[in-house]
């Protein structure tokens, strides 16, 4: 299992970086964590042909707290690893479901190397930052030679293991508004044991609202292509959050024709993911009746 | 059997860990792929990706014009220097074994199957050629599934049907016991294809001598006098210029027990290139190559009277191989154990059983820990679960009725096979000390009363070691039984051990020093032990089947006591005193009597060695040998019973283990550490292969296990701690030291145990039972019904 | 076009040596050690990630080797089960092992105890619960495992001691 011949690129600048996929394209593989990567690359299942490093990428590590247009965000940088979303204080501070989703991945050796960025653009359909990306309504910033863009999340994951990323583009960042202190966050996985990846997932986002019902984002992964916000059964859970049975059927209704046929069924997929919701719900409830006696 | 001196310390029975451990744990081991041997060549292999395939060309220019390459082989070409073997045995003459190839030539037949070697300067490059080599299949249908197979077209040409063999046996008056039964319980099982996955893959490192036609041949593997053997024969080569080594060997469980068509053609490819070849499997191979097992499908009855006793077993089991009998050891193992060991626990009164074996395009099926014992052990111990609940009787109390006591043996079962002694009322004993059960099932009556799914499950159990010579002897197959030692004094006065039993982490070297030590009277660090290398080694049996103590230990035993007796002779010529007055304790000859030093062991060593005139005229040996095996009983049994506790959550279906306990008896321990490590071992496989693991195949005989990532083994976070409870065993009358093989225990229980626990609280909650390995979650979730009520698939 | 043989010179620090090596850029880190430096204690189980004998630490953490290229390890500091040895501080994890039999065959063992230590050091008060999940993404096929847990237990209580 070893890996075919390759050349190798280890940019310093984000320039050079740029320049580099401008130039190779779909021809190059971007190595950060290389978790996924290199052993896709032992196996002989992909052939690229130029392998470009980006963990000596200069200012491209690191999570700050900056004022966006729409207030206070997060923006996690392209080398932030596993590890540091929960050992990093802004980070837990910021985005508390983040390090919900990080606490189920992985052993210690695969959070040292893996990155959130890196495990954005792998896009498996069941992995914990695509899925919280999505309930957290996160913003993934592209950038290549050709200028930068912001594309949310929901917009960026199109299959499973495919995402809007060109081959000339990369994943610099990922933008996360604050959390403000009565958002309450989610997140829970079904695996074969604590930090096997996901059979299925749930992340949980709801984020109250002066006057209004609390802007909800429930999203499941590991049951269709890609994680899968749920907008019907998010509004149904904003709206009355005790009714389980409806919200249940409202899951099947939204979910089910997405399932994918894949080893184990989907059947099977769809009753964790009911699990997983009433575990969410239940969650959810449990606070609000926390709140009520504050 | 000679009185054993005692005073040494450390000797039989004491829980010392193993002096290679030390080595181990610093990173110094020495595996097959540790060993560097200058301008050595690497292979790779181009295999079958499809399950069943006409290979209709094979372009190889390509490939032997990239960097790096020496050669190139198509299965023709190793074949020109190697014959084909038949997994044929003379004990069973109908069975059906066509003529396999070391390579494919003219068909695959399962994926994975070596189609081309590639010989480069680095595995790298052999795999960047074989990625050039072109293939051009014609792709046939592929038989998956065994209930198909004996309609399905053979997939051998020449062969009229897709049957191995057929066995069949059947007490007179079965059927009139069913019929006037006052219950019968029936159960179907589907038992899953799975494999051993030893942590070091397999490897060979062959080396090519051509002026003296010498071949030598360092592999992974368990059995190095049966592999000499083989490569001798294959490649017609003279065996004794064959030389075979076991370096350290990163554990096997049967799967590095047999020939491998993959590594004797890396041997060929030395023998026409003159050149040092090595092959590593890697990983992926790996998992498309070794050996697998157990794929069967059993129908079972059991007939019990209106007071829960055991009447008759009727068993019919489908069992899957792949597309060829496995070399040398045939692919019988599995169903003669199925049905030779059917109830072996019990008293009963009739037996109907038949075993349709079948080939599959599939991986090559052999001997994985416990060979066919877990399978007869889950059938019975369900059934007779079973049973209990329908007679209404304690699943332990209907043990107690039916277990075959002291004064039952020698005891003939229904099936033909024959007891000589096993254990099963001081196991119970032993379990009822062991474990609290009133308070066990106290506490899931209340977990059950707070809605949770708990149960427990029981497994008798009985494993058959430490196999004599007819088991293969009549089969006129070329494996040994015996196994022999040669024990040397150095004029250090220290001992050199020269065994023909096998290491593989099991801790053989380290029993065998214990044995010599004890015999001896001396202690352990005086021992040194040399293992695996058949230049060395009486030709042995190596290690399968549970034997490496009871007969290793035993020449071990034989040889250290007529060395012992050498020495003493020397030292009473030396001391002008009766040899019967004198000992061996640690490093001097004593006085036996009060113990007092009289004559270092060192300074009698040198005399003998280099002044030996001393000695009256008296030529010192310095050497004994001694061989041994079973010659009085064709096996020996071990008996035990495993007790699993589980938590099943009803919303994921998953199974948490809360508690298993295993209560064991083989005779006499020579160290407990290791027995116990050997125990909890075999469990751990067993409830692997109980829970998660899988050798699954698509319709097309691709194989979806190909890593680690889709094979699932258990690790540490999914095991509990396994307790371990020693019966008393009652006296061996073999010819030996008494002790009987422990290795597979643990495996042979675990599933069974497990499988019980969780069909007693899908009983408890009047659901239907699980009857299908692996026991996925998906499948608890059937049980429950919770699938069907989601309206959607 | 880019040369895809071309050798790439690699520079780091291998248990306190300073190496200078040319590589291929596709050589892991884990066949670097093994072939390249000729430190085979550094195992292969299955070049995947996927069952942690090929664990080391790069620059004190620890790491597949086989997930990482040799030149990853460009002006980083490697250090193996031999350094770790012959430096001691592996030395009471592995004198528990050996007490309780916590290997068989060997072949895992190493990354068990480098993992074992990483996991002890970054939380002392660690539980047994805590360890066996801590070694999620190990696999030992021989001990079953308890023997491996017991010996770490019983070190995490001694350090704590200590």
Redo the contacts between chains.
Sequence with gaps: ????????L?PRTEEELLAALARHGSRAAI?AG??SL??E????QRAP???V?I?RLEGAGGVRCIQGDDGPELRIGALTRHDDVQTDHALRTHAPMLALAAAHI?????R??GTVCGSLAQADPAAEFPLAAVALNARIVLRSARGARVVAADDFFTGANATVRQPDEYVAEVRIACAQPRDYGFFDE?A??????AIVGVALSVRPRPGEAPDVRLAIGGVSDRPQLLERTSLALARDPRDAAALRALL?AEL?PLAQHQ??????R???A??LL?RARAGWCRHLDERLKT | MHESPRGAGEGLGSPVPPFRNRRLLAGRGRYVADLRVPGCLHAAFLRSPLGHARIVRIDVEAARNMPGVEAVFTGADIAAACSGYRGATAAFPGLRAPLQHPMALEKAMWNGEPVVLVVADSRARAEDACARVQVEWEELPALTDPRAALSAPPIHDGLPDNRVLQLAQRSDDVESVFARAAHVVECEFSFNRHTGVPMETRGVLAEFEPFERRLTVHISHQCPHQMQEEFARLLGLDAHRVRVICPDVGGAFGIKQQLYGDELAVCAASVLLGRPVRFIADRAESMLSDIQAREHQVKARLAVDEAGRLLAFDVQDLYAIGPYSQYPRSSLGEPRAILGLCGAPYRFGAFAGSSDIVFQNKGMAGHYRGVGHPLACAVTEALVEEAARACGVDPLEMRRRNFLGAEDFPYVSPTGTRFERLAFPQCLAALERAVDLPALRAGIAQARAEGRLQGVGIAAFVEQTSRGPWFYGQGLQAVSSRDGCTLRLEPSGVFRCISSVTEQGQGTEMGVRQVVAEALGVELDMVEVMTGDTAATFHGGGTWGSRGMAIGGQAAWEAAGALRGEILQLAAIALKAPADTLSIRGDYIVDRDSGAPRLALRALAEAAHFRPYEFGGMQPQLVACATYGPLKQPYRCGSGIQLSHVDVDPDTGQIRLLRHVVVHEAGRVVNPLLVDGQIRGGVAQGLGAALMEECAYDARGRALASSLSSYTVPMAIDLPDIELVHAESPTLTDDGLGIVGVGEAGTVGAGAAVMNALNDALAAAGRRRVYCLPLTPERVLRALGALESSGLY | MIDETMALRLRCSVNGRERVDDVPARMTLADYLRDVVGLTGTRLGCEQGACGACTVLLDGKAVRACLMLAVQAEGMHVQTIEGLTAGGRLADLQDAFHRHAALQCGFCTAGMLITADDALRKDPAISREGVKRALTGHICRCTGYQPIVDAIVEVAQERRHA
């Design positions: 299992m070893k890996l075919a011949p390759i050349a190798y280890r190595l290389g978790q290199i052993p690359l032992a196996l002989r042909q130029v392998l490093d963990n992985g052993n210690a050796a695969v040292n190397r079904v074969r044991r604590p930090t096997a990846p099947h089910a080893h184990p069924g989907a059947a099977y769809l009753h964790l009911a699990v009433e």
